[in-house]
């Protein structure tokens, strides 16, 4: 980019001038602009101010519509020829209104200086430059008159103006940056379409920050369908500021959008070379102040005047310090990003294909839009034929059990296992080997959850069992998937248990793996690594891997099938495979160094020893033909340890586990899943509550076989792991699969105790019941809340040893959980349960999130994680108008998609982006339906547009089918597919819906009481 047309006298005059009154017009450009190289300062400096000249007239009060018109479009002709410059600057300062500022208009009176430069950039940019100018001038006259003191229509007309304003100057800039840079992609649609949502993002942030400031002016620029949506009439919006919740909700939707486009904003400047410095510092400046403001009008909603969420000069000083800091890592860029937004809604906005477009109407939405709403048609139709699909979904003895999917880590492993034993059923493995390849991403590798990211732990694994099963690996799924994965490090970049796979393969040095001896067995109880202080999963998961991994047990691979081409570096020449984040884990990795070390000198007496009390761990726990913890890593990590311990295929003992693993096996025809666990009591409570609703009852013949059916499978007495901190607390709970007596599930057990309750049979579920809220309320954590399978099993540290990089060994209490279990409470009504409401209830309280949510641990996300505690919070009879409920309300309503669903994917449980809404699901539009009606509203805009969602979404079966995931095994590690959420949830909140609008109560009953 030469800068060799500048060099005369008048260009270097015309370059001091624009250098002098940047400032004077722009204190953030003035800021950020110095940063560029010098060619693109200059570009950019001038583009900024010819903008600013489109501005200026745009602003003026007093000059009618037509007229501006005019100018604009002389100040184009003047832009796009170079022509008559000082004429047009000379005619148009003297018209300029007396609330001018005097920089500005003496920047409209030199106005053939800043030609001068423009004049001077080069036919690329100056065509660049003009292009952005004539679209600017073009769009912005259309909105004089559109834009009232009641606020723009729609969503659609903000964007549209926004793109007029700034997202135009995002391409302009991309133009920019590609021709001093090539290496950006100058062809590159994606850039443009990130350059758009850049620009505005933080011209939004602009719109939010000034509401009060336009509004003096007698404009609104905020978008009246989305406030509608909430609740609010922006027409009723007074200089005074709302304290009304909608607005809120309202002014949280559009944070959560603006924080969306931000968010593509770093990608955008992401894509710049990190050796371009001073382009990543113009961009990452200008996002970082945005953030903050976002901030401030997020913890500040009821703010009067843009001074009150003003960024400190403080704050700009401490973002440009730590953006130069890691100005060139794009990973830190990310974590500086997240930890800025992290109390911020997220949502994913939408970029229009053709930002510019017309928009035929531009006053379609009446500024007093109704707040109520008629019910959508066709919905006693789509509650009838989900009534009817449960209904032939029921087993015949009265229970249900949908599929429960998982990633296919776990079909993989079943393959691994059987070259393991070195005993493969051909036929098996090929009907599972074709569901793993179904289930290739476009990336080439596997996912954790549909649409997401490459995961290389359960790529490494897909590909291997794939080769196993004799894929060829010239073939082009394995060509892909082989090279994604060494893009991505290779092999020798997985987690610890495919690390343990791997080296059970010979595939990785037995060094490979994280010290965890068997002689973990003996600690004692007072020990920090006991047994107890983990969870259940993690407990079942470990004792046999202490067995295979102190041994050292190889597989017997018969075919001899290794991946070393999957790894960039030789596995023997790597020296970390598990890498280290925080001083903790740094301290374990030595302790785990010593411990390896002194591995030699542990005496064969206490080898033996351990193993046996590892042995016997095991058999007290094995479940019979349901498998120990009835889940599927257990169960082949103790299928696997008692071979090595001498066992046979055909004794009991492991002939029943083998037949708890093959019965996870899920039939597809010509393909097979392998769950990673069942979840018939999850589904059988569910679907009742949801068919209770459907009836407008308690009790049908459907619900009724179905809590039977359950009834006889409480876990009253027999040992549990739970007993050894509450060896007095008498049983009472229900396992999540068939049969886990040892572990029985906390949330379950609230569950179904609610379903029995609804139907008013005291005399037949009254004991069960009882029992049930007993055993929750003595399961009850010091915190006062409630976990899964646990009490105070929080103990973090433990998550920081090398065998933990998953961040799952424990197993603490969750609002989801808290939440459900204070729901059966509040329905019981019991005088005795009122200390353990207040602690509960408490606990709830303090888990709130910034934004009003809540954390779904056990449902994605926070749309679950909200849905359970506003239920909780109604059957407690709570004030639905307090605060901190209403914030909950608003956080709900704020999520809502501009199609009426509402959506999250399992990436909310990464940091970023909480709350995505890029997707939409009847079980989370479900969920957050369930949430508005629990809270008090009955015929809201919000529920009926969900409703008619609902009602369009519904498949010819009479069911739900969406593709993605429903919940988190444990978050960003393992996530799970409940194939029965799209059956019954969809059917509750229809049914729930119509009953409200009927004024009919949901299914409740009379306290409990029932014949001793």
């Known amino acids: 980019m030469s800068q060799a047309p500048l060099q005369t006298h008048s260009a270097r005059r015309a370059l001091a001038f624009q250098d002098e009154i940047l400032p004077s017009v722009s204190r953030t450009f003035a800021l950020t602009i110095p940063e560029l190289p010098e060619p693109l300062r200059v570009a950019i400096g001038n583009a900024y101010l010819l903008c600013r000249i489109a501005d200026t007239i745009e602003d003026d009060a007093e000059m009618g519509r037509a007229d501006k018109a005019a100018w604009h479009a002389a100040f184009v002709a003047v832009v796009e020829t170079g022509q008559g410059a000082s004429d047009f600057g000379a005619r148009l300062a003297p018209l300029l ?25 080069g036919a690329t940019r100056q065509q660049a430059v003009a292009r952005c100018v004539r679209i600017m001038c073009d769009g912005m006259p259309e909105y004089e008159g559109a834009a009232t003191v009641d ?5 659609v007309h903000l964007d549209r103006y926004c793109y007029f304003v700034a997202g135009v100057v995002g391409e302009m800039l991309t133009t920019l940056f590609t021709d001093y840079e090539p290496g950006m992609g100058e062809h590159d649609a994606e850039l443009n379409r990130l350059a758009v949502s850049f620009g505005q993002g933080l011209q939004m942030t602009n719109i939010l920050k000034d509401i009060w400031t336009d509004r003096g002016r007698g404009v609104c620029w905020l978008p009246r369908d989305v406030f509608a949506r909430h609740g609010f009439d922006l027409s009723t919006l007074t200089a005074g500021g709302s304290s009304d919740p909608a607005f809120a909700a309202g002014l949280s939707e559009l944070i959560g959008l603006a924080h969306g486009h931000l968010r593509n904003a770093l990608e955008y400047t992401l894509t710049i070379p990190g050796h371009q410095k001073g382009i990543r510092r113009f961009c990452l400046w200008a996002i970082g102040l945005a953030l903050l403001t976002l901030r401030k009008i997020q913890n500040n909603p009821r703010f009067t005047d843009s001074r009150q969420v003003k960024v400190s000069r403080r704050s700009v000083q401490a973002t440009v310090l730590t953006t130069n800091l890691a100005v060139s890592d794009d990973d830190r860029l990310r974590h500086l990003f997240h930890m800025t937004a992290a109390d911020l809604p997220a949502l994913t906005p939408k970029v229009a294909a053709d930002p510019g477009a017309p928009i035929n109407d531009l006053v379609e939405l009446p500024a007093n839009e109704t707040l109520q709403a008629e019910a959508p048609p066709g919905l006693e139709e789509a509650i009838g034929a989900a009534v009817a699909r449960l209904h032939a979904d029921q087993k015949p003895d009265g229970h249900w059990c949908y599929e429960c999917e998982a990633d296919c880590t776990i079909p993989s ?62 073939a082009p799924h394995m060509v892909h998937a082989r090279e994604a994965i060494r893009a991505r490090g290779g092999a020798g970049n997985v987690n610890v248990f495919t690390l343990i796979a791997l080296a059970q393969f010979g595939q990785v040095p037995w060094r490979a793996v994280p010290f965890i001896p068997v002689e973990v067995m003996l600690m004692p109880e007072a020990s920090p690594f006991h047994l107890s202080k983990v969870s259940y999963w993690s407990r079942t998961v470990m004792v046999p891997l202490f067995i295979l991994t102190s041994l050292r047990v190889m597989a017997k691979n018969p075919a001899g099938v290794n991946v070393r081409e999957l790894f960039t570096v030789p596995p023997e020449q790597q020296r970390d495979f598990v890498p280290v984040d925080s001083p903790l884990q740094h301290f374990f990795k030595g302790l785990d160094a010593v411990g390896r070390s002194f591995e030699p000198l542990i005496p064969q007496f206490i080898r033996r020893r351990a193993i046996k009390k590892a042995e016997t761990w095991i058999i007290e726990r094995l479940n019979g033909t349901d498998g120990i913890g009835a889940i599927f890593p257990a169960m082949v990590n103790v299928y696997e340890a008692l071979g090595e311990l001498g066992y046979a295929a055909d004794h009991p003992y492991r002939a029943d586990t083998r037949k708890a693993i093959d019965d996870l096996i899920f039939d597809h025809g010509d393909a097979a899943n392998v769950q990673p666990c069942v979840s018939p009591v999850w589904d059988t409570c569910l679907g009742g509550l949801a068919l209770q609703e459907a009836a407008a009852t308690g009790d049908t013949p459907a619900v009724r076989a179905g809590l039977d059916w359950l009834a006889a499978r409480q876990v009253c007495d027999g040992p549990g792991d739970w007993r050894d901190f509450h060896p007095d607390l008498p049983g009472g709970g229900w396992p999540f699969q068939y049969a886990n007596d040892h572990y029985p599930d906390l949330d379950d057990t609230a569950a179904v105790a609610w379903a029995m309750y609804n139907t008013g049979d005291h005399a037949t579920y009254g004991r069960a019941i009882t029992r049930a809220i007993d055993w929750l309320i003595g399961m009850q954590s010091k915190n006062g809340g409630i976990a899964a399978f646990d009490s105070d099993n929080n103990h973090e540290y433990l998550n920081a040893i090398p065998f933990a990089d998953h961040g799952a060994l424990l197993d603490p209490p969750t609002a989801d959980v808290t939440a459900r279990v204070l729901a059966l409470a509040g329905r019981l009504r019991r005088a005795q349960d009122g200390p353990f409401i207040r602690r509960a209830l408490a606990y709830i309280k303090r888990e709130q999130e910034a934004d009003g949510s809540w954390f779904g641990r056990w449902g994605t996300n926070y749309i679950y994680g909200t849905w359970s505690v506003l239920t909780a919070a109604e059957t407690l009879g709570e004030d639905m108008r307090q605060d901190w409920i209403q914030r909950g309300v608003a956080y709900i309503k704020g999520m809502q998609r501009a199609d009426g ?13 909480r709350g995505r809404a890029d997707i939409a699901t009847s079980f989370q539009t479900a969920w957050a339906m369930l949430a508005l009606m629990a809270a008090g509203e009955r015929d809201s805009r919000a529920l009926a547009r969900g409703a008619a969602w609902l009602i369009a979404a519904q498949g010819e079966d009479g069911a739900w089918h969406d593709p993605e995931h429903t919940a988190p095994g444990f978050p960003r590690v393992f996530y799970l597919k409940y194939h029965g959420y799209t059956h019954y949830f969809p059917m509750w909140a229809l049914a729930r819906y119509r009953n409200s609008r009927a004024g009919v109560a949901s299914p409740v009953s009379e306290p409990l009481e029932y014949d001793t």
């Open 901 to 913: 669903s509402w959506g999250e994917d399992q990436g909310s449980y990464w940091n970023p982006p």
């Open 97 to 121: 209104c007396d609330e001018t500022l005097a920089e500005e208009r003496r920047l409209v009176e030199n106005t053939d200086e800043v030609m001068t430069v423009t004049q001077g950039l």
């Open 413 to 474: 492993e079943y393959i691994l296992m059987m070259h393991f034993i070195g005993d493969v059923d051909q036929a098996l493995q090929a009907r599972i080997a074709r569901f793993i390849r179904a289930k290739q991403a476009a990336h080439g590798g596997w996912p954790l959850y549909y649409g997401g990211d490459l995961d290389q732990s359960a790529s490494v694994k897909s590909y291997y069992a794939l080769k196993l099963a004799g894929d060829d690996v010239d």
């Open 151 to 155: 606020g723009l229509p729609t969503l």
